[in-house]
C-alpha cells in the first residue's frame, strides 16, 4: 500500500489538527501555528498554505459558521459533532478564502479528511453541506 500523500493533503491535515487544539486547548492562535509547522517538515510553499489556510479560517470563524448555518436543515451549528464542525469550516475558509484552490478539490480533500478522521456518516454529511456552500458560491459568482 502506497502511504505517500500529497503535501497539501498533509497541510490540510496539520490546519484541521491546529483548529483542533486551538478548539481543545483555548492557546494563543500563533503559538498554535507555530507548534503546528514545527511538527512537520515542509517546505516553503506548504507552511505558506498551511499559515494563510489556518489564518484566514480563524479569522473569519464567525462568519463561516454563519454560512454553515445557512445550509443547515432543522440542525444548528453548535449540534454539528466537533471533529465535523472543525472540518467543514475549514473547508468553507479554503472555498472562500484560497484562490488557487479548485472548489472541487477543496470539498474532496473535506471529504477524505472526514472520513478518515471522523465516523462512517461525516464523509455523506460534509459532502452535503459543502456541495450546498459551493451552489451558492457559483450562483453569487454569477450575479
Known amino acids: 500500500m502506497n502511504k505517500y500523500r500529497h503535501p497539501r493533503r498533509q497541510a490540510r491535515e496539520a490546519v484541521f489538527q491546529a483548529m483542533y487544539a486551538r478548539e481543545i486547548s483555548g492557546d494563543d492562535d500563533k503559538k498554535i501555528l507555530r507548534d503546528i509547522i514545527f511538527r512537520y517538515s515542509f517546505n516553503k510553499e506548504t507552511v505558506e498554505f498551511v499559515s494563510d489556510l489556518y489564518t484566514n479560517t ?84 454569477k450575479q
Open 58 to 141: 480563524v479569522k473569519q470563524t464567525e462568519w463561516i459558521k454563519n454560512t454553515i448555518s445557512r445550509h443547515l436543515k432543522n440542525w444548528q451549528i453548535h449540534r454539528i459533532a466537533l471533529l465535523d464542525r472543525l472540518i467543514l469550516q475549514m473547508a468553507v475558509g479554503e472555498l472562500y478564502f484560497m484562490d488557487d484552490v479548485p472548489h472541487k478539490v477543496s470539498i474532496s480533500e473535506a471529504i477524505e479528511i472526514a472520513r478518515y478522521y471522523s465516523t462512517e456518516e461525516s464523509s455523506g454529511f460534509v459532502n452535503g453541506i459543502l456541495d450546498a456552500v459551493y451552489k451558492e458560491i457559483k450562483k453569487n459568482s
